[in-house]
């Protein structure tokens, strides 16, 4: 089957794998094929006239016409693009269908002796440069990265955190702190939660990027940009005015229930206590449990919800761990003293909660910060 390419009409494509490879040229077609060799996750698109017999087998997509129909409908679906066809040529074609650097997928091209690979679209957010290399490695060639932030091997502002799995706040200061960064200028960090071996480079962190313990500290240092990792729901006068704040997933909620207890009520109950104690929902990773409510539908719910890791104990597990108020009614009915107590301190290993229990509704809930080892003392 050839795929028709026309005007205006979305290319009929058959998506099986994360990334995309696009060739034009016979060249262009011999590392096409060399590349999804090495590369299994790709779907392969290459013109008609170059079709040899086994395309369906190496899961290769012949089409005709003009390759510049073809981009529309793999924007749409691909997490990347990676394509064998000239630089100038390639900006020309996607210009029409980009939108933003948190949606557009990445972009790679590659020159037609597969000598270069070259990140040219949303090499952080999304992960060209990563891309980059993975097909420079396959192809034993150049990975040609242009992002500031890489080339100097400092902060990229937009994902740092991103492999720990924490979130900016806010994207509003992320193009001029990200200059402040790159233009080498008084940055300060200040960390208060979070895993602390966040600096990815081989090299020490340039000077311009100073740590501090305190957010008080960093603003009478005047910096012309900051970095703050906290879980806390800042103060109006804790804001530096140039910042971006992460949230690291350094919570997790210890939760009980009676049968069939409404998502609402949880989801409320969840937001209601987050806000009481100063905390950012972005920052929780896990609601943890007995193993007696583990099909609960307003746990699944909730946890699918936000993404959170669901985990629940056994009772064992739960009479292990310490219980400030145990219970002897829950104790008879379910041979447990508590339940949000102590599995959120079977998972956060923390001592020392933020709400050791709070009854509320049909609920009780516990909040525990999770404790990251310190790689720099």
């Known amino acids: ?10 290319a009929p494509i058959e998506v099986k794998h994360p990334y995309a490879i696009v060739a034009i040229t016979k060249h262009g077609v011999e590392i096409s094929r060399k590349l999804h060799a090495a590369l299994p996750n790709t779907d392969v ?6 079709e040899r017999g086994d395309e369906r087998a190496h899961n290769v997509q012949l089409f005709s016409g003009s390759v510049r129909m073809l981009f529309p409908a793999l924007f749409k679906h691909y ?26 997928p990445a972009v790679v091209v590659i020159d037609d002796r597969g000598e270069n690979v070259i990140s040219m679209l949303s090499g952080h957010l999304g992960g060209a440069n990563a891309l980059t290399h993975t097909v420079a ?3 034993q060639a150049n990975a040609i990265i242009t992002t500031a932030s890489d080339v100097q091997k400092t902060i990229p502002v937009d994902l740092f955190g991103a492999k720990f799995g924490w979130q900016w706040d806010s994207d509003t200061h992320l193009t001029p702190v990200s200059a402040s960064v790159v233009n080498e200028e008084h940055v300060a960090i200040v960390q208060e939660t979070g895993e602390k071996d966040w600096w990815m480079h081989d090299t020490p962190m340039p000077t311009n ?41 350094s919570l997790v909620i210890g939760m009980g229930c009676n049968r069939g207890t409404s998502t609402e009520e949880v989801e409320q109950v969840i937001q209601e206590t987050l806000q009481e104690l100063g905390l950012s929902i972005k920052s929780v990773k896990a609601l943890v ?57 079977r998972y956060s290993g923390n001592s020392e909660l933020l ?13 525990a910060e999770i404790v990251y080892e310190d790689v720099r003392e």
């Not at 990676?82 to 949606?103: E, F, Q």
């Open 137 to 139: 490695e396959a192809l």
């Open 45 to 50: 698109y290459y013109m008609s006239k170059f």
């Open 1 to 10: 089957m050839v795929i028709e390419l026309r005007d205006d009409v979305l």
């Open 355 to 367: 709400l050791v229990k709070k009854k509320s509704g049909n609920t009780t809930i516990s909040v």
């Open 209 to 249: 990027l100073k740590q501090y313990d305190t957010i008080a500290e960093a603003m009478d240092a005047k910096p012309q940009a900051a970095l703050v990792i906290t879980h806390r729901l800042l103060q109006p006068d804790e804001l530096i005015e140039n910042a971006v704040v992460y949230r690291p997933k």
């Open 289 to 345: 449990t007995f193993e007696l409510k583990k099909d609960e539908p307003c746990f699944h719910e909730v946890t699918s919800k936000y993404d959170w890791e669901f985990k629940w104990y056994s009772k064992d597990e739960l009479n292990a761990e310490q219980v400030t108020a145990p219970s002897d009614t829950v104790f008879k009915y379910t041979g447990v003293y508590g339940v949000s107590e102590p599995a959120v301190r």
């Open 79 to 104: 997490q990347g693009i990676i394509t064998i066809i000239s630089l100038g040529a390639v900006v020309r074609m996607i210009a029409p269908v980009l939108v933003d650097k948190k949606v557009d």
